[in-house]
């Protein structure tokens, strides 16, 4: 249920309407808007009586939510969310870039690649300190090391972090080292680490499961959501087809459906999404067209000597170049690159 506040409510009378909520044995979640405040409801097992709501002073009407994901839908939020860090935002009017090597490999690469970013204006680096790999024997990342690394060059730089937290031993580690909390494809359903990172207080990306349904992304959402972390990010990077051209088919057309759907910000993981370097930069453009608000990228120094992913790492020279075409295009789509 969403109960819609009168443009002119005063803060006693949405104070009254949580309250109310409250008392039902339900959660309140509020949700201040550019004319009202709207206030979602969640917790409910069986049908919740709207008259208990409609009569209180200050309430305009009482809306059933008919999507089984509530705090994630659009019915619930109408205007697309905006996520701010200090003069950076993500949202609906600015295309951003999250790029960086897959993991973290040493202090020069991530020093040398956080300050190529930093000096082209992308203000997100992203890189793995827990690793998922399929293989036992592959590198499994740096771990808590690698955080100090994601740290140092966030000091040193200022550059903004995004990074993957794999279970919920290091949530408070991985939270603590990065601005954005990477969720990653494999972990997508795994609940008692989506309800725990909605305990944080850092935005979350989360990424589409190998074969999910928007359905069942939209409700692993949900699940941060109802937690209390409002800020989620669904990030696209490619789903498991017969096709064998790609490591990945890389579902753009489920972003269009996604933004209508749901008012979270939508990214493009074009580089797991395709798994070849070559083709990151069309399906980058073609990730702008599609309506989404930002993409993450791996790139790295000396991509050919990556210690992992390096088929689907580009370069610096070819990230520039890319960084130069996006901003050309940004405009057609109303967007900033931010
Ligand atoms: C990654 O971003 O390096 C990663 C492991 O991604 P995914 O979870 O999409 O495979
Ligand atoms: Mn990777």
């Not at 059933?64 to 200090?86: C, D, H, I, N």
């Not at 669904?234 to 008012?263: I, W």
């Not at 990151?280 to 120094?301: F, K, L, R």
Request: hydrophobic share 40%; glycine share 8%.
């Amino acid at each position: 249920m969403l109960i819609v506040m009168r443009s002119d409510a005063t803060p006693a009378q949405i104070e009254r309407v949580v309250a109310a909520i409250t008392e039902q044995g339900l959660i309140p979640h509020p949700l201040p808007g550019a004319t009202r405040t709207a206030i979602g409801m969640t917790g409910n097992t069986g049908a919740v009586d709207k008259s208990h709501f409609e009569v209180l002073p200050g309430v305009e009407d009482a809306i059933r939510v008919t999507k089984p994901y509530k705090l994630a839908s659009r019915e619930m939020k109408k205007e697309s969310t905006t996520l701010r860090f200090g003069e950076v935002e993500i949202g609906p009017k600015t295309f951003t870039m999250i790029a960086g090597p897959c993991s973290v490999e040493d202090e020069a690469t991530t020093m040398r690649t956080a300050e190529h970013l930093m000096g082209r204006g992308i203000p997100f680096l992203r890189a793995g300190a827990f690793k998922p790999r399929t293989s036992p024997y592959s590198f499994q990342g740096m771990g808590l090391e690698g955080l100090k690394l994601l740290a140092k060059a966030r000091e040193k730089t200022g550059i903004r972090i995004v990074t993957e937290l794999m279970d919920t031993e290091h949530a408070a580690a991985v939270e603590e080292a990065s601005d954005i909390i990477q969720i990653g494809t494999r972990n997508m359903q795994n609940f008692s680490l989506l309800k725990r990172v909605g305990l944080c207080r850092k935005p979350v990306l989360l990424k589409r499961g190998l074969s999910a349904t928007l359905e069942e992304w939209l409700m692993a959402a949900e699940y941060i959501m109802a937690g209390g972390n409002y800020d989620v990010i669904l990030c696209e990077r490619g789903v498991r087809t017969f096709s064998d051209h790609s490591r990945n088919t890389l579902d753009l057309s489920v972003v269009p459906p996604a933004k209508a759907l749901s008012h979270l910000p939508v990214f493009v993981d074009p580089s797991h999404g395709t798994g070849k370097r070559q083709y990151v930069p069309a399906m980058t453009y073609a990730a702008m067209a599609s309506g989404a608000d930002g993409v993450m990228i791996e790139a790295h120094p000396d991509p050919d000597h990556a210690v992992s992913d390096g088929a689907q790492t580009i370069d610096f020279a070819t990230l520039d170049a890319m960084l130069a075409k996006l901003k050309a295009m940004a405009g057609l789509f109303g967007r900033t690159m931010g």
